[in-house]
């Protein structure tokens, strides 16, 4: 059992990251072995995703006066929550990935760059390409009209140049 001072470190801690943190899922784990929680936590850390396990009541005072407080409902039964200082739908993609061989980890809901989400809406932000790729797309779309551009404008410039060849021989022909 925990003393009082080290729940209060506890709720202190959680409270300041939620209060920085825009995401966080709230999962089950109820019937994953200790080796199967340990394998999640690497693949998550690799997301720089933090899973902790924390009891509802602590959760639920850390909880009080941040976004996390919007989910509180959620902290029944055995809890684990993973804050997500990375991206977010990595980690949503390591939850999802993982459920598939171990049924026993269900996402409940969580708070995903500030909304309230549900599991459908997780698994579907868990199916979006990586924020790196999408910006990489978004940049693509912005640059293909540019580039049209310059090939309007360079085709534009090689026809005057072809048409002052043109009266450039024509003169010449002429004087000849």
Do not use: W
């Amino acid at each position: 059992m925990l003393s009082k001072p080290a729940k209060q470190k506890i709720i202190d801690d959680l409270a300041s990251r939620f209060h920085s943190v825009p995401s966080v899922l709230i999962v089950e784990y109820q019937g994953l072995k200790v080796k199967e929680m340990d394998v999640l936590r690497k693949k998550l850390r690799q997301t720089n995703t933090e899973l902790r396990v924390i009891k509802n009541t602590l959760l639920e005072k850390a909880s009080l006066g941040t976004e996390v407080e919007k989910v509180k409902d959620l902290f029944s039964g055995p809890t684990a929550i993973a804050i997500c200082d990375g991206e977010s739908s990595a980690a949503a993609k390591v939850f999802i990935d993982y459920g598939k061989d171990f049924p026993e980890i269900k996402i409940k809901g969580g708070i995903y760059e500030g909304e309230i989400v549900d599991v459908p809406r997780i698994e579907r932000i868990a199916n979006l390409p990586p924020r790196q790729e999408l910006i990489s797309e978004f940049v693509g779309l912005l640059s293909a009209p540019m580039g049209n551009l310059v090939g309007v404008l360079e085709q534009a410039r090689s026809n005057i140049v072809n048409v002052l060849e043109g009266l450039k021989e024509k003169k010449l022909n002429e004087k000849l």
